[in-house]
């Protein structure tokens, strides 16, 4: 693996660039994302520099459940055989994602292990912490007209006041519509169907955040539909109420959207001395997803790792320590559960 060898956001360009040398020019490269507002944005800002630099690329958003690592996923990708790949905002894990392929890994979690020969260009462990998406705008030589796209991924990952182009942006473009636009286009990776297609269709093809509300463009309606799907599954979600043992709150219910995020986040602040858990047994056939927020201190990874289950996979414990959580099938969640105090929580296997 290329070390990061970066130490300030003046070294992320030059690193950047120096990736894109190893790309085989012959072939077109692929561009690999996560469907939230920072991964959007990122694939947004790269996509752009992509094309400015005559180097057009494609691009694969993540849907539910899917990440770089899994067999599924790197049959895609070598079926599609790309001269090069930029992934971000989809963790730093163990191995190459696509053997002999070069590859730039472009994030902010917590690695959970060496990604082959990969180059990472890493925001973890600084202070304040960059997102992908202010890494990616640092990678395209921080252009004006895109600052928008890096404050929203600023906004809709942990709203870093401390970074003076998220304050540049708010200035320019107005706080107003960068937080309302970060919550339109973080509405449809949350439904049912988990399209983000239409978010990233805005984003790549407006020019301020004003222009992605204003409704000139079909596919905010599209958001808009999204944002109220998801609206009436919180609803429902955020009613049901907590159980306590110990040091772990759990809040079980079942909802095809992607609420459980926004329900641990949402008890995070009323039980403040817990480990928040949101469970849903409803996101995706066969698996049991949850997430994990606190306001204690506690290291969540660490307490993840602490009660793994034997046959937890790449789903399970990655992203920050404060907010993370993962996927498990239900005989791995009975096992988890019956670890941290829950065994009338398990589920039919």
């Known amino acids: 693996m290329s070390r990061n060898p970066i130490q300030t956001p003046a070294d992320v360009a030059p690193a950047f660039r120096a990736a894109l040398e190893r790309f085989d020019p012959g072939r077109r490269s692929l561009i690999l994302g996560h469907f939230d507002a920072d991964g959007l944005s990122a694939v947004a800002i790269l996509a752009r520099t992509m094309d400015r630099l005559d180097r057009p690329s494609d691009i694969r958003i993540t849907g539910k459940g899917e990440n770089p690592w ?3 996923l790197r049959a895609e990708l070598e079926a599609r055989r790309p001269g090069g790949l930029i992934v971000t905002d989809l963790g730093v894990r163990e ?3 696509l053997p002999g392929t070069p590859t730039v890994l472009i994030d902010h979690h917590v690695p959970t292990g060496t990604p082959g020969d990969a180059t990472v260009i890493s925001g973890n462990g600084w202070v ?3 997102t992908s998406s202010l890494l990616a705008y640092w990678c395209a030589g921080a252009p004006e007209d895109l600052s928008w796209l890096a404050a929203m991924g600023l906004i809709g990952d942990m709203a870093a006041e401390e970074f003076p182009e998220l304050a540049e942006a708010q200035k320019h473009f107005g706080k107003t519509a960068l ?3 970060v919550s339109l286009v973080n509405a449809p990776r949350r439904t049912a169907s988990a399209d983000a297609g239409p978010a990233l269709a805005l984003l790549l093809k407006c020019a301020s955040p004003k222009e992605l509300l204003r409704g000139d463009h079909p596919e905010t309606a599209v958001l808009r539909a999204a944002k109220a799907e998801v609206a009436a599954e919180m609803e429902v979600a955020k009613r049901v109420p907590p159980k306590v043992r110990g040091d772990v709150a759990m809040i079980r219910f079942a909802s095809p959207c992607q609420v459980h995020p926004l329900v641990a986040q949402s008890w995070r ?3 403040k001395d817990k480990i928040v858990l949101a469970v849903n047994t409803g996101y995706r056939p ?4 949850f997430a994990a927020r606190t306001a204690n201190g506690t290291d969540l ?3 993840l790792a602490d009660h ?3 046959g937890a996979g790449e789903e399970y414990g990655s992203g920050h320590i404060q907010a993370t959580g993962g996927a498990l099938r239900p005989a791995d969640w009975n096992d988890f559960a019956t670890r941290i105090g829950f065994p009338d929580e398990k589920v039919p296997e």
């Open 70 to 72: 899994s067999p599924a």
């Open 95 to 97: 191995g190459d994602i």
């Open 128 to 130: 304040p912490e960059p």
């Open 179 to 181: 937080r309302d636009a």
């Open 269 to 271: 602040g009323r039980l």
């Open 286 to 289: 066969g698996w049991i997803h």
């Open 301 to 303: 990874i660490r307490f």
């Open 308 to 310: 793994r289950p034997p």
